[in-house]
Nanobody
Framework: QVQLVESGGGLVQPGGSLRLSCAIS???????MAWYRQTPGKERESVAA???????TYHVAVKGRFAISRDYAKNSVNLQMNSLKPDDTAVYYCNVLTDHNSYWGQGTQVTVSS
């Protein structure tokens, strides 16, 4: 059974940092791991992605501030978010794409506010 469980969201002041983690179970190989975010009334957008070869890509709005990484020991994918802005406020979702399926976590709320 595949499970993706996100953690690490919360309330942070502008300029602060958060680290999101997505614990993955039931998946042995993947083609693509990514973090998406969504705000009410808007489409879900990809903010950071990691290919199976380890190449990261970032949305232009977060490049230089966010970093995606994989923790092999914990079988998780993480998103380090620095210099957070109010526009980063959203529900953040973990996504894993395999050869046959796309899997999503339940989401974790990130709120950037003073």
């Amino acid at each position: 059974q595949v499970q993706l469980v996100e953690s690490g969201g919360g309330l942070v002041q502008p300029g602060g940092s958060l680290r999101l983690s997505c614990a993955i179970s039931g998946i042995s190989s993947f083609t693509y791991m990514a973090w998406y975010r969504q705000t009410p009334g808007k489409e879900r957008e990809s903010v950071a992605a990691l290919t199976s070869g380890g190449t990261p890509t970032y949305h232009v709005a977060v490049k230089g501030r966010f970093a995606i990484s994989r923790d092999y020991a914990k079988n998780s994918v993480n998103l380090q978010m620095n210099s957070l802005k109010p526009d980063d406020t959203a529900v953040y979702y973990c996504n894993v794409l395999t050869d046959h399926n796309s899997y999503w976590g339940q989401g974790t709320q990130v709120t950037v506010s003073s």
